[in-house]
């Protein structure tokens, strides 16, 4: 049944207890992307990302910059069940995607998607992803800023997007970014380095969840999602 996969919320007693049974819960439905690309007549590994699944369908989140070009992408389970994937939709202005595996791993279901109107400056968040190739990995920190506006991959911006100093670094992409519930408030995407580094320096940004709720059922019906604009 689909609806015994769901990884239900947590009622949050005590946070040491909350940050293990939320790992239990959501880890599994993490996974880790990688990207071949093709050069000359070989395909090889060009990069990795992370997502997490969205239905149970097959269809998984992550960020279209992690996805967009691929020749070929294999997804990759906490149990270390790999799967092929094909993409299903890509969205440059909000840097959104999905991509699909025939089917998922027993056991393994969507994390539930949060909203907007309970987030607030100060909050405990948690990323989990696959940062510099390193599986399951788990941050803590916090929300430090709603309402930032970070670049798209086209000449539009991501409004709305949130500030986190939870440690997010090359490979963390496409993963989600948590509550304390298990919820998913926010798709992990970009950090600022000033330049110098290809790491964390304390601020990360994640694409919120109003807008994944917005974007991603179009692309998962249709491949595309059209957003109106002026000009």
């Known amino acids: 049944e689909i609806i015994e996969n769901i990884v239900k919320p947590a009622i949050v007693l005590d946070e040491n207890e909350a940050l293990v049974d939320l790992y239990a819960r959501a880890n599994p439905s993490v996974v880790n992307i990688t990207v071949f690309s093709q050069v000359d007549d070989l395909v090889l590994p060009a990069s990795q990302g992370s997502g997490f699944v969205y239905?149970?369908?097959?269809?998984?989140?992550?960020?279209?910059?992690?996805?967009?070009?691929?020749?070929?992408?294999?997804?990759?389970?906490?149990?270390?069940?790999?799967?092929?994937a094909q993409i299903v939709g890509e969205d440059l202005n909000s840097d959104l995607a999905v991509v699909r595996v025939e089917a998922l791993p027993a056991g393994v279901g969507p994390i539930p998607l949060g909203d907007m109107e309970s987030l607030a400056v100060g909050q405990t968040v948690i990323a989990i992803g696959n940062p510099f190739g390193l599986e399951g990995t788990l941050t803590r920190g916090v929300i430090?800023?709603?309402?930032?506006?970070?670049?798209?991959?086209?000449?539009?911006?991501?409004?709305q997007s949130i500030q986190t100093d939870a440690a997010i670094n090359p490979g963390n992409s496409g993963g989600p970014l948590l509550n304390l519930q298990g919820e998913v408030i926010g798709v992990n995407a970009q950090i600022?380095?000033?330049?110098?580094?290809?790491?964390?320096?304390?601020?990360?940004?994640?694409?919120?969840?109003?807008?994944?709720?917005?974007?991603?059922?179009d692309l998962v019906q249709s491949g595309e999602h059209e957003w109106p604009w002026l000009g």
């Open 144 to 159: 430090s800023a709603l309402g930032r506006t970070i670049p798209a991959l086209t000449v539009f911006t991501i409004p």
């Open 192 to 217: 600022e380095t000033d330049g110098t580094s290809r790491s964390n320096l304390g601020v990360g940004f994640a694409i919120p969840v109003n807008i994944v709720k917005h974007v991603v059922p």
């Open 55 to 84: 239905d149970s369908n097959g269809n998984i989140i992550t960020n279209a910059h992690v996805v967009h070009g691929a020749s070929e992408l294999d997804v990759t389970f906490s149990d270390g069940t790999a799967r092929a």
